[in-house]
Protein backbone atom coordinates (compact mmCIF):
# COMPACT_ATOMS: atom_id res chain seq x y z
CA UNK A 1 0.00 0.00 0.00
CA UNK A 2 1.59 3.43 -1.15
CA UNK A 3 2.15 5.85 1.44
CA UNK A 4 -0.15 8.08 2.94
CA UNK A 5 0.05 12.13 1.87
CA UNK A 6 0.03 14.37 5.01
CA UNK A 7 -2.74 14.53 7.12
CA UNK A 8 -4.18 18.20 6.64
CA UNK A 9 -3.33 17.49 2.96
CA UNK A 10 -5.60 14.22 3.05
CA UNK A 11 -8.35 15.72 5.54
CA UNK A 12 -8.81 18.65 2.64
CA UNK A 13 -8.88 15.97 -0.35
CA UNK A 14 -11.12 13.75 1.43
CA UNK A 15 -13.97 16.94 1.42
CA UNK A 16 -13.90 17.13 -1.89
CA UNK A 17 -15.29 13.72 -2.64
CA UNK A 18 -18.85 12.66 -2.32
CA UNK A 19 -20.53 9.97 0.33
CA UNK A 20 -20.67 7.15 -1.67
CA UNK A 21 -17.11 7.46 -2.75
CA UNK A 22 -16.08 7.51 1.01
CA UNK A 23 -18.42 4.70 2.08
CA UNK A 24 -17.27 2.37 -1.13
CA UNK A 25 -13.23 3.38 0.13
CA UNK A 26 -14.66 1.95 4.01
CA UNK A 27 -16.48 -1.10 2.51
CA UNK A 28 -13.76 -1.99 0.48
CA UNK A 29 -11.10 -2.22 3.30
CA UNK A 30 -13.95 -4.29 5.49
CA UNK A 31 -14.90 -1.89 8.19
CA UNK A 32 -18.76 -3.23 7.25
CA UNK A 33 -21.33 -1.53 6.17
CA UNK A 34 -22.23 2.41 7.60
CA UNK A 35 -25.13 3.75 7.58
CA UNK A 36 -23.90 7.27 8.36
CA UNK A 37 -24.50 10.33 5.79
CA UNK A 38 -22.62 12.85 7.23
CA UNK A 39 -19.51 13.66 5.43
CA UNK A 40 -17.36 14.59 8.33
CA UNK A 41 -17.99 11.74 10.03
CA UNK A 42 -16.73 9.56 7.12
CA UNK A 43 -13.72 11.53 6.89
CA UNK A 44 -12.95 10.94 10.74
CA UNK A 45 -13.42 7.27 10.14
CA UNK A 46 -10.93 6.96 7.44
CA UNK A 47 -8.25 9.45 8.60
CA UNK A 48 -8.48 7.54 12.26
CA UNK A 49 -7.81 4.27 10.11
CA UNK A 50 -4.40 4.63 8.79
CA UNK A 51 -4.94 1.32 7.22
CA UNK A 52 -7.46 1.74 5.07
CA UNK A 53 -6.22 1.27 1.94
CA UNK A 54 -6.81 4.30 -0.79
CA UNK A 55 -8.04 3.80 -4.20
CA UNK A 56 -5.36 4.13 -6.97
CA UNK A 57 -6.89 6.67 -9.27
CA UNK A 58 -6.85 8.96 -5.58
CA UNK A 59 -2.98 8.26 -6.17
CA UNK A 60 -3.01 9.90 -9.40
CA UNK A 61 -4.83 13.22 -8.34
CA UNK A 62 -1.81 13.46 -5.77
CA UNK A 63 0.73 13.96 -8.07
CA UNK A 64 -0.37 16.02 -10.30
CA UNK A 65 -1.42 18.08 -7.35
CA UNK A 66 1.87 17.98 -5.69
CA UNK A 67 3.68 18.64 -9.41
CA UNK A 68 1.54 21.77 -9.14
CA UNK A 69 2.33 23.02 -5.87
CA UNK A 70 6.02 22.64 -6.82
CA UNK A 71 5.60 24.71 -9.75
CA UNK A 72 3.98 27.32 -7.82
CA UNK A 73 6.69 27.59 -5.22
CA UNK A 74 9.67 27.16 -7.44
CA UNK A 75 10.03 30.94 -8.37
CA UNK A 76 10.34 31.53 -4.96
CA UNK A 77 13.22 28.83 -4.24
CA UNK A 78 15.36 30.06 -7.59
CA UNK A 79 18.64 31.16 -6.35
CA UNK A 80 19.59 34.76 -7.34
CA UNK A 81 21.97 35.15 -10.11
CA UNK A 82 25.00 36.88 -9.16
CA UNK A 83 25.70 40.21 -10.22
CA UNK A 84 27.52 40.64 -13.18
CA UNK A 85 30.70 43.07 -12.48
CA UNK A 86 31.54 45.71 -15.06
CA UNK A 87 34.28 45.40 -17.72
CA UNK A 88 36.82 47.64 -16.45
CA UNK A 89 36.68 48.84 -20.78
CA UNK A 90 33.52 51.31 -21.97
CA UNK A 91 31.62 49.19 -24.33
CA UNK A 92 32.44 49.62 -28.47
CA UNK A 93 30.44 52.71 -30.10
CA UNK A 94 27.62 51.33 -31.99
CA UNK A 95 28.57 51.03 -36.18
CA UNK A 96 28.04 54.37 -37.40
CA UNK A 97 24.96 54.71 -40.10
CA UNK A 98 25.59 56.35 -43.58
CA UNK A 99 23.53 59.16 -42.10
CA UNK A 100 26.00 59.58 -39.66
CA UNK A 101 28.80 59.33 -41.78
CA UNK A 102 27.36 61.98 -44.33
CA UNK A 103 26.90 64.98 -41.10
CA UNK A 104 29.99 64.19 -39.57
CA UNK A 105 31.63 64.66 -43.40
CA UNK A 106 29.08 67.87 -43.59
CA UNK A 107 30.28 69.48 -40.08
CA UNK A 108 34.22 68.75 -41.23
CA UNK A 109 33.54 70.57 -44.35
CA UNK A 110 31.65 73.68 -42.38
CA UNK A 111 34.74 73.62 -40.23
CA UNK A 112 37.28 74.28 -43.05
CA UNK A 113 35.08 76.70 -44.64
CA UNK A 114 35.37 78.24 -41.31
CA UNK A 115 39.37 78.13 -41.01
CA UNK A 116 39.57 79.55 -44.66
CA UNK A 117 37.33 82.14 -43.99
CA UNK A 118 39.20 83.43 -41.43
CA UNK A 119 42.07 83.20 -42.95
CA UNK A 120 40.87 84.86 -45.83
CA UNK A 121 40.27 87.96 -43.51
CA UNK A 122 43.07 87.83 -41.97
CA UNK A 123 45.26 88.15 -45.05
CA UNK A 124 43.03 91.34 -45.75
CA UNK A 125 43.10 92.80 -42.67
CA UNK A 126 47.24 92.48 -43.36
CA UNK A 127 47.23 93.77 -47.01
CA UNK A 128 44.95 96.76 -45.54
CA UNK A 129 47.45 97.41 -42.74
CA UNK A 130 49.94 98.37 -45.45
CA UNK A 131 50.94 101.84 -45.62
CA UNK A 132 49.12 103.77 -48.23
CA UNK A 133 50.17 107.13 -49.64
CA UNK A 134 48.14 109.74 -48.16
CA UNK A 135 45.36 111.77 -50.16
CA UNK A 136 44.52 115.16 -49.77
CA UNK A 137 41.77 116.22 -48.72
CA UNK A 138 41.52 119.54 -50.43
CA UNK A 139 43.36 121.66 -52.94
CA UNK A 140 42.36 125.29 -51.77
CA UNK A 141 44.99 127.13 -50.79
CA UNK A 142 45.41 128.30 -47.23
CA UNK A 143 45.46 131.96 -47.67
CA UNK A 144 48.29 134.09 -45.59
CA UNK A 145 46.87 136.02 -43.04
CA UNK A 146 48.05 139.93 -42.91
CA UNK A 147 49.71 141.15 -39.78
CA UNK A 148 47.68 143.13 -37.05
CA UNK A 149 49.09 146.25 -36.72
CA UNK A 150 50.52 146.48 -33.25
CA UNK A 151 51.67 143.18 -33.20
CA UNK A 152 54.97 141.09 -34.39
CA UNK A 153 54.55 139.64 -37.71
CA UNK A 154 55.54 136.33 -35.66
CA UNK A 155 52.60 136.64 -33.60
CA UNK A 156 49.94 136.97 -35.96
CA UNK A 157 47.13 134.51 -35.54
CA UNK A 158 47.15 131.31 -37.70
CA UNK A 159 44.11 131.03 -40.09
CA UNK A 160 41.12 128.50 -39.32
CA UNK A 161 41.27 125.56 -40.49
CA UNK A 162 39.56 124.22 -43.72
CA UNK A 163 36.91 121.58 -43.00
CA UNK A 164 35.57 118.90 -46.16
CA UNK A 165 32.23 118.27 -45.65
CA UNK A 166 32.03 114.20 -46.37
CA UNK A 167 30.39 113.19 -49.31
CA UNK A 168 26.56 112.93 -49.68
CA UNK A 169 25.44 108.96 -49.44
CA UNK A 170 22.29 107.74 -50.82
CA UNK A 171 20.04 106.99 -48.40
CA UNK A 172 18.93 103.40 -48.46
CA UNK A 173 17.61 101.01 -46.17
CA UNK A 174 19.45 99.96 -42.69
CA UNK A 175 19.99 96.29 -42.98
CA UNK A 176 18.42 94.62 -39.54
CA UNK A 177 20.15 94.12 -36.51
CA UNK A 178 22.11 90.83 -36.04
CA UNK A 179 20.13 88.95 -32.84
CA UNK A 180 22.54 85.78 -33.63
CA UNK A 181 25.46 87.28 -32.15
CA UNK A 182 26.16 85.35 -28.22
CA UNK A 183 26.08 87.52 -24.92
CA UNK A 184 29.92 87.24 -24.59
CA UNK A 185 30.29 88.70 -27.21
CA UNK A 186 30.49 93.01 -27.24
CA UNK A 187 28.80 95.10 -29.95
CA UNK A 188 30.90 97.38 -31.78
CA UNK A 189 29.71 101.08 -31.84
CA UNK A 190 28.47 102.91 -34.48
CA UNK A 191 30.51 102.92 -37.76
CA UNK A 192 30.50 106.65 -38.85
CA UNK A 193 30.08 107.68 -42.58
CA UNK A 194 32.89 107.37 -44.54
CA UNK A 195 35.01 110.63 -44.43
CA UNK A 196 37.27 111.81 -47.53
CA UNK A 197 40.00 111.18 -44.93
CA UNK A 198 38.70 107.17 -45.14
CA UNK A 199 40.13 106.91 -48.68
CA UNK A 200 43.43 107.28 -48.17
CA UNK A 201 42.60 103.11 -46.82
CA UNK A 202 41.56 102.14 -50.39
CA UNK A 203 43.80 104.88 -52.40
CA UNK A 204 44.57 102.21 -54.87
CA UNK A 205 40.93 101.90 -55.58
CA UNK A 206 39.87 104.19 -58.79
CA UNK A 207 37.85 106.98 -57.46
CA UNK A 208 34.98 106.43 -59.71
CA UNK A 209 34.85 102.95 -58.25
CA UNK A 210 35.30 103.93 -54.55
CA UNK A 211 32.28 106.14 -55.08
CA UNK A 212 30.30 103.40 -56.89
CA UNK A 213 30.47 101.13 -54.50
CA UNK A 214 29.26 104.05 -51.59
CA UNK A 215 26.40 105.18 -53.62
CA UNK A 216 25.70 101.50 -54.31
CA UNK A 217 25.45 101.70 -58.53
CA UNK A 218 28.62 99.48 -58.43
CA UNK A 219 28.90 96.91 -61.26
CA UNK A 220 29.44 93.42 -59.60
CA UNK A 221 32.18 92.63 -63.10
CA UNK A 222 34.51 95.44 -60.99
CA UNK A 223 34.87 93.33 -58.36
CA UNK A 224 38.38 92.82 -59.51
CA UNK A 225 39.49 96.61 -59.01
CA UNK A 226 39.01 96.04 -55.35
CA UNK A 227 41.65 93.77 -55.17
CA UNK A 228 45.04 95.28 -53.42
CA UNK A 229 47.05 92.75 -54.94
CA UNK A 230 46.25 94.15 -58.54
CA UNK A 231 47.51 97.71 -57.17
CA UNK A 232 50.17 97.76 -60.27
CA UNK A 233 47.66 96.17 -63.14
CA UNK A 234 45.25 98.55 -61.96
CA UNK A 235 47.78 101.66 -62.43
CA UNK A 236 48.86 100.49 -65.58
CA UNK A 237 45.10 100.58 -67.52
CA UNK A 238 44.73 103.56 -66.06
CA UNK A 239 47.72 105.25 -67.53
CA UNK A 240 47.15 103.29 -70.97
CA UNK A 241 43.99 105.06 -71.29
CA UNK A 242 45.52 108.58 -70.16
CA UNK A 243 48.06 107.52 -73.19
CA UNK A 244 45.52 107.23 -75.51
CA UNK A 245 43.41 110.46 -74.39
CA UNK A 246 47.39 112.43 -75.21
CA UNK A 247 48.12 110.35 -78.30
CA UNK A 248 44.66 110.21 -80.37
CA UNK A 249 41.76 111.68 -81.51
CA UNK A 250 38.09 111.62 -79.88
CA UNK A 251 37.30 108.37 -81.61
CA UNK A 252 40.56 106.66 -80.68
CA UNK A 253 39.71 107.61 -77.09
CA UNK A 254 36.49 106.21 -76.89
CA UNK A 255 37.41 103.22 -78.42
CA UNK A 256 40.44 102.73 -76.12
CA UNK A 257 38.13 103.89 -73.28
CA UNK A 258 35.42 100.73 -74.43
CA UNK A 259 38.04 98.62 -74.82
CA UNK A 260 39.36 98.98 -71.26
CA UNK A 261 35.86 99.22 -69.75
CA UNK A 262 35.04 95.48 -71.18
CA UNK A 263 38.40 93.99 -70.98
CA UNK A 264 37.72 94.75 -67.18
CA UNK A 265 34.87 93.30 -67.00
CA UNK A 266 36.14 90.09 -69.38
CA UNK A 267 35.78 86.69 -66.66
CA UNK A 268 39.49 85.79 -67.73
CA UNK A 269 40.17 88.15 -63.97
CA UNK A 270 39.21 84.98 -62.35
CA UNK A 271 41.00 82.59 -62.05
CA UNK A 272 40.48 81.31 -58.88
CA UNK A 273 38.53 81.65 -55.75
CA UNK A 274 40.90 83.92 -54.11
CA UNK A 275 40.11 85.91 -56.90
CA UNK A 276 36.36 86.44 -55.74
CA UNK A 277 36.70 86.30 -52.01
CA UNK A 278 39.78 88.82 -51.31
CA UNK A 279 38.28 92.27 -53.51
CA UNK A 280 34.63 90.77 -52.18
CA UNK A 281 36.07 90.95 -48.63
CA UNK A 282 37.03 94.38 -49.23
CA UNK A 283 33.68 95.52 -51.00
CA UNK A 284 31.86 94.21 -48.07
CA UNK A 285 34.12 96.75 -45.66
CA UNK A 286 33.43 99.92 -47.82
CA UNK A 287 29.77 98.68 -47.44
CA UNK A 288 29.71 98.31 -43.63
CA UNK A 289 31.25 101.94 -43.75
CA UNK A 290 28.23 103.53 -45.67
CA UNK A 291 25.86 101.17 -44.04
CA UNK A 292 26.85 100.56 -41.07
CA UNK A 293 25.60 96.24 -40.09
CA UNK A 294 25.70 95.75 -43.87
CA UNK A 295 28.91 93.89 -44.23
CA UNK A 296 27.69 91.17 -42.01
CA UNK A 297 25.48 90.05 -44.32
CA UNK A 298 27.59 90.40 -47.24
CA UNK A 299 30.22 88.68 -45.94
CA UNK A 300 27.49 85.65 -45.38
CA UNK A 301 28.38 85.26 -48.94
CA UNK A 302 31.46 83.92 -48.80
CA UNK A 303 30.48 80.38 -46.99
CA UNK A 304 27.35 80.24 -49.40
CA UNK A 305 30.06 80.89 -52.24
CA UNK A 306 31.58 77.51 -51.09
CA UNK A 307 28.49 75.60 -50.55
CA UNK A 308 28.08 76.64 -53.47
CA UNK A 309 31.08 75.36 -55.25
CA UNK A 310 30.87 72.23 -53.57
CA UNK A 311 26.97 71.97 -55.06
CA UNK A 312 28.69 72.53 -58.50
CA UNK A 313 31.49 70.01 -58.18
CA UNK A 314 33.98 72.58 -57.78
CA UNK A 315 33.72 73.79 -61.48
CA UNK A 316 35.23 77.14 -60.74
CA UNK A 317 33.55 78.62 -64.20
CA UNK A 318 29.93 77.85 -62.95
CA UNK A 319 31.11 79.16 -59.20
CA UNK A 320 31.84 82.23 -61.17
CA UNK A 321 29.06 82.17 -63.40
CA UNK A 322 26.64 81.86 -59.73
CA UNK A 323 28.47 84.81 -57.82
CA UNK A 324 28.23 87.10 -60.48
CA UNK A 325 24.83 86.50 -61.01
CA UNK A 326 23.28 86.27 -57.56
CA UNK A 327 25.72 89.70 -56.91
CA UNK A 328 23.95 91.51 -59.87
CA UNK A 329 20.51 90.53 -59.16
CA UNK A 330 20.70 91.26 -55.23
CA UNK A 331 22.78 94.65 -55.44
CA UNK A 332 20.32 95.99 -58.53
CA UNK A 333 17.62 95.63 -55.68
CA UNK A 334 18.88 98.76 -53.70
CA UNK A 335 16.64 99.45 -50.59
CA UNK A 336 14.45 96.86 -51.44
CA UNK A 337 16.91 93.75 -50.82
CA UNK A 338 16.30 91.63 -48.46
CA UNK A 339 19.32 90.84 -46.05
CA UNK A 340 18.64 87.25 -45.10
CA UNK A 341 18.94 86.28 -48.58
CA UNK A 342 23.02 87.14 -48.51
CA UNK A 343 22.59 84.08 -45.78
CA UNK A 344 21.67 81.40 -48.40
CA UNK A 345 21.89 79.92 -51.50
CA UNK A 346 19.85 81.40 -54.56
CA UNK A 347 18.52 77.72 -56.26
CA UNK A 348 17.44 79.34 -58.93
CA UNK A 349 20.47 80.97 -60.30
CA UNK A 350 22.01 77.76 -58.67
CA UNK A 351 20.36 75.24 -60.75
CA UNK A 352 20.54 77.45 -63.78
CA UNK A 353 24.48 77.27 -63.14
CA UNK A 354 24.49 73.61 -62.81
CA UNK A 355 22.79 73.23 -65.94
CA UNK A 356 24.96 75.43 -68.25
CA UNK A 357 28.19 73.74 -66.33
CA UNK A 358 26.70 70.41 -67.50
CA UNK A 359 25.44 71.35 -71.30
CA UNK A 360 29.49 72.71 -71.51
CA UNK A 361 31.19 69.96 -70.32
CA UNK A 362 28.95 67.51 -72.26
CA UNK A 363 29.62 69.62 -75.69
CA UNK A 364 33.53 69.13 -74.94
CA UNK A 365 33.76 65.59 -73.81
CA UNK A 366 35.39 63.71 -76.39
CA UNK A 367 37.22 65.91 -78.21
CA UNK A 368 41.26 65.61 -78.33
CA UNK A 369 43.30 68.43 -76.71
CA UNK A 370 46.61 69.83 -77.91
CA UNK A 371 49.42 69.57 -75.35
CA UNK A 372 50.52 72.60 -74.14
CA UNK A 373 51.53 75.13 -76.40
CA UNK A 374 54.42 77.74 -76.01
CA UNK A 375 52.22 80.21 -77.13
CA UNK A 376 50.91 83.08 -74.98
CA UNK A 377 47.43 82.68 -76.10
CA UNK A 378 47.42 78.89 -74.96
CA UNK A 379 47.32 79.30 -71.55
CA UNK A 380 44.42 81.95 -72.07
CA UNK A 381 41.35 80.53 -71.06
CA UNK A 382 38.78 80.04 -74.11
CA UNK A 383 35.82 82.00 -73.11
CA UNK A 384 34.66 83.00 -76.87
CA UNK A 385 32.62 81.68 -79.25
CA UNK A 386 34.94 80.25 -82.28
CA UNK A 387 31.88 79.68 -85.05
CA UNK A 388 30.63 83.22 -84.50
CA UNK A 389 33.96 84.51 -84.74
CA UNK A 390 34.41 82.57 -88.12
CA UNK A 391 31.13 83.72 -89.52
CA UNK A 392 29.27 80.76 -89.13
CA UNK A 393 26.04 79.77 -87.69
CA UNK A 394 26.32 79.06 -84.12
CA UNK A 395 25.72 75.05 -83.18
CA UNK A 396 22.91 75.76 -80.33
CA UNK A 397 20.47 78.36 -80.19
CA UNK A 398 20.74 80.73 -78.17
CA UNK A 399 24.66 80.25 -77.73
CA UNK A 400 26.09 79.39 -74.68
CA UNK A 401 29.22 81.49 -75.42
CA UNK A 402 29.82 84.65 -75.54
CA UNK A 403 30.22 86.83 -78.89
CA UNK A 404 32.98 88.73 -78.25
CA UNK A 405 36.31 89.03 -80.20
CA UNK A 406 38.82 86.26 -80.08
CA UNK A 407 41.87 88.41 -80.35
CA UNK A 408 40.65 91.14 -77.89
CA UNK A 409 37.61 89.58 -75.82
CA UNK A 410 35.75 93.00 -76.88
CA UNK A 411 32.00 92.45 -78.33
CA UNK A 412 31.02 94.63 -81.43
CA UNK A 413 33.30 92.99 -83.62
CA UNK A 414 34.55 89.20 -84.55
CA UNK A 415 38.48 88.13 -84.57
CA UNK A 416 39.47 89.05 -88.46
CA UNK A 417 38.46 92.36 -87.85
CA UNK A 418 39.55 93.20 -84.67
CA UNK A 419 41.00 97.23 -84.53
CA UNK A 420 43.76 96.61 -81.95
CA UNK A 421 45.52 93.79 -84.00
CA UNK A 422 45.14 95.84 -86.73
CA UNK A 423 46.88 98.39 -85.21
CA UNK A 424 49.29 96.41 -83.58
CA UNK A 425 50.30 94.38 -86.88
CA UNK A 426 49.29 97.08 -89.43
CA UNK A 427 47.43 94.83 -91.82
CA UNK A 428 44.48 92.77 -91.09
CA UNK A 429 44.31 90.55 -88.02
CA UNK A 430 45.69 87.17 -87.16
CA UNK A 431 43.39 85.48 -84.90
CA UNK A 432 46.09 83.61 -82.81
CA UNK A 433 43.22 82.22 -80.79
CA UNK A 434 42.36 79.85 -83.87
CA UNK A 435 45.58 78.01 -84.35
CA UNK A 436 45.67 77.88 -80.37
CA UNK A 437 42.27 75.94 -80.00
CA UNK A 438 42.19 74.47 -83.90
CA UNK A 439 41.58 71.20 -82.19
CA UNK A 440 39.27 72.35 -79.98
CA UNK A 441 35.20 71.94 -79.96
CA UNK A 442 33.00 74.53 -81.28
CA UNK A 443 29.94 75.52 -78.94
Keep these: MPARPPDSFLRF ?24 NDKAG ?28 RRTEAPATTTETPATTPSPYPP ?9 HSM ?59 HVSPPSAVPSSAPPALTNRS ?34 SFEIRDLWKLDPTRRLEIDKMGKAVTSDRALNGLAELL ?18 MDDIILPWSVFCRIRDVAQPGSGHYLSAHVTQLY ?51 FASSSSTSGVPRLPSVSS ?8 FCRNWNQGTKCRFDPCSWPHICSSCLAPGHRGPACPSALRAAGGPAKDIAFYSFSFACSP
Excluded at 17 to 22: A, C, I, K, P, V
Excluded at 92 to 100: C, E, F, I, Y
Excluded at 376 to 383: E, K, L, T, V
Aim: proline share 10%; glycine share 4%; hydrophobic share 35%.
Design 104 to 162: AQLQQMMRDLTTKVDQQREYIDQQLREPLPTMATSSVPEPVPEPVSGSSTFGSSLPPAV
Design 376 to 383: PSASRPRS
Design 255 to 272: QSTSAFAEQSRSATKYRS
Design 42 to 69: LVSLIMDNPYVPLPESWDVDFAGIVADI
Design 307 to 357: LASFALRKNFHAVLRYHLDVCQKRLSLGDAVVWDDWCSLDNVVLNTSLVQS
Design 183 to 216: PSTPLRGAVPSPKVDARSEWAYIPPSVFDSVVDG
Design 13 to 36: YLGTRTNEELRTVLNDAGCGPTDQ
Design 92 to 100: PPPPLTSLD
